[in-house]
């Protein structure tokens, strides 16, 4: 694999009434990603990408950005946001990893690809692209588990959103068979 490879934790990004949003834009996955809390409960379990299948989809991201001759940074956050693994190509710009990792942000936010999200953005006023620490361009794709999102996968630094999301795509597809 080329470039480097680090596995880190950071501070999730300030979450406070992006639930609400993303239960507008995407019911369904926010509904099925609430776990049902039982009478008096105080502790609920949810799922998460395993560390290892993280270490697989930033590795066939890799390969193919290696195969299209694209210089990348693929960034992968869990459910709550916070950053999972940064894979940072060599001679991939120092503008990639944050805009990887807001794309992953996004897509795990929304349990929906950016380039998706972008094309709901019409510029006449507030909207979701004002959340702090989003970004609707292509190149991030949601991991969903049972019709949840669980992870994201943000890839920045091709030339174009396309070609970012295609990356994305390969590496989700390396670990698509697990999900449940």
């Not at 501070?11 to 509904?31: N, T």
């Not at 960034?75 to 807001?102: F, H, M, N």
């Not at 361009?137 to 049972?146: K, N, T």
Request: proline letters at 5%.
């Amino acid at each position: 694999m080329t470039g480097s490879l680090r596995a880190r934790r950071g501070a999730a990004a300030p979450l406070a009434g992006l639930a609400l949003v993303a239960a507008a834009f995407a019911p369904a996955a926010a509904q099925a990603a609430t776990p049902s809390v039982k009478d008096g409960q105080a502790v609920v379990q949810t799922e998460v990408l395993s560390s290892g299948a993280a270490l697989e989809i930033a590795e066939a991201a890799m390969h193919e950005a290696a195969r299209q001759k694209q210089k990348v940074t693929v960034v992968i956050v869990d459910r709550s946001g916070a950053t999972r693994l940064v894979a940072k190509g060599d001679g991939a710009g120092p503008q990639t990893e944050e805009s990887a990792r807001r794309k992953a942000f996004t897509a795990v936010s929304f349990g929906r690809a950016t380039s998706e999200l972008a094309k709901g953005l019409d510029g006449g006023g507030p909207s979701i692209a004002d959340i702090p620490g989003t970004l609707f361009l292509g190149g991030g794709v949601p991991v969903a588990s049972g019709g949840a999102p669980v992870a994201g996968i943000g890839v920045g630094g091709a030339p174009s959103g396309d070609i970012d999301e295609a990356i994305a795509r390969a590496g989700l597809k390396a670990v698509a068979g697990r999900l449940r």
